[in-house]
């Protein structure tokens, strides 16, 4: 059993207009980025990406079986992307708040639940982090500046995945056992939300010096539900003053093959 390679839903990113550049004139793209698929199959995943369903196509989102699609996977990667709908944790969206995408939202607050039902473990990177951590009932920061969480910003768009900062493992996490509690690494850093009240039953793992939180698990360590805020895909080695991200995903995999 142990020997199983893992099968990986991957949850899409979502293209409503497509720059007329690309054809698909009026049609819209479902697309993952290949740096996510190459990190998961590098470390021994096979996967797939799981297509959502919008209103308008031939199928309604009631076709869409999410328990199923649970059931014929061993777990589920929610990449990055768009800011989540601040009304999802009870705030009005203020204009700092772009991007919101409700059919993304909807789609993959569906497929976690869903995963976490049937006992799949769940690893949510960025965006993904901050659907956890709202979809388990915390909140966020809609933006770390604005709101004076910090006045280092955690993304800098032009610098992209070479913009990073410094963060502290915190005692009694997973992170801990994996990395050693207390170590300090470096990561990349490409969002301007973080968790503010962390969802009940979860973990702080990792902060920033500001004290942004960077990470955060399911305490039942029975559960594997694990996000972290900065982008591991990226850490692909070529900079060797980044944080190991193959802990994290050993981790993560052998949980899947379980
Ligand atoms: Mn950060």
């Given at each position: 059993?142990?020997?199983?390679?893992?099968?990986?839903?991957?949850?899409?990113?979502?293209?409503?207009?497509?720059?007329?550049?690309?054809?698909?004139?009026?049609?819209?793209?479902?697309?993952?980025?290949?740096?996510?698929?190459?990190?998961?199959?590098?470390?021994?995943?096979?996967?797939?990406?799981v297509?959502?369903?919008?209103?308008?196509?031939?199928?309604?989102?009631?076709?869409?079986?999410?328990?199923?699609?649970?059931?014929?996977?061993d777990?589920?990667?929610?990449?990055?992307?768009?800011?989540?709908?601040?009304?999802l944790?009870?705030?009005?969206?203020?204009?700092?708040?772009?991007?919101?995408d409700?059919?993304?939202?909807?789609?993959?607050?569906?497929?976690?639940?869903?995963?976490?039902?049937?006992?799949?473990?769940?690893?949510?990177?960025?965006?993904?982090?901050?659907?956890?951590?709202?979809?388990?009932g915390?909140?966020?920061?809609?933006?770390?500046?604005?709101?004076?969480?910090?006045?280092?910003?955690?993304?800098?768009?032009?610098?992209?995945?070479?913009?990073?900062?410094?963060?502290?493992?915190?005692?009694?996490?997973?992170?801990?056992d994996?990395?050693?509690?207390?170590?300090?690494?470096?990561?990349?850093?490409?969002h301007?939300?973080?968790?503010?009240?962390?969802a009940?039953?979860?973990?702080?793992?990792?902060?920033?010096?500001?004290?942004?939180?960077?990470?955060?698990?399911?305490?039942?360590?029975?559960?594997?539900?694990?996000?972290?805020?900065?982008?591991?895909?990226?850490?692909?080695?070529r900079?060797?003053?980044?944080?190991?991200?193959?802990?994290?995903?050993?981790?993560?995999?052998?949980?899947?093959?379980?």
């Amino acid at each position: 059993m142990s020997d199983r390679v893992p099968l990986i839903a991957i949850s899409p990113r979502l293209l409503h207009q497509v720059p007329s550049e690309l054809g698909f004139r009026g049609k819209k793209l479902q697309f993952l980025e290949q740096s996510v698929s190459h990190w998961l199959s590098h470390a021994g995943a096979i996967v797939a990406m799981v297509p959502t369903i919008e209103r308008g196509g031939e199928l309604r989102r009631a076709d869409l079986d999410v328990d199923g699609i649970a059931e014929r996977f061993d777990g589920l990667f929610l990449q990055g992307g768009a800011d989540l709908d601040p009304r999802l944790y009870g705030e009005e969206p203020r204009p700092c708040t772009i991007g919101v995408d409700p059919v993304r939202d909807r789609f993959e607050l569906d497929l976690l639940r869903a995963f976490d039902r049937a006992g799949k473990p769940v690893l949510g990177i960025c965006r993904g982090m901050q659907l956890i951590n709202i979809a388990f009932g915390g909140s966020l920061h809609q933006d770390l500046l604005i709101d004076g969480v910090t006045t280092e910003s955690h993304v800098i768009s032009e610098r992209y995945d070479e913009h990073g900062h410094a963060l502290t493992i915190r005692d009694g996490g997973r992170f801990a056992d994996w990395y050693g509690a207390g170590s300090r690494f470096r990561i990349n850093s490409i969002h301007h939300q973080a968790a503010k009240v962390v969802a009940p039953g979860f973990v702080v793992e990792a902060q920033a010096d500001d004290g942004v939180i960077e990470a955060i698990s399911c305490m039942d360590r029975s559960r594997f539900v694990v996000g972290v805020q900065w982008h591991p895909e990226f850490h692909d080695g070529r900079d060797p003053q980044l944080m190991d991200r193959a802990p994290l995903m050993q981790s993560f995999l052998s949980a899947c093959s379980r």
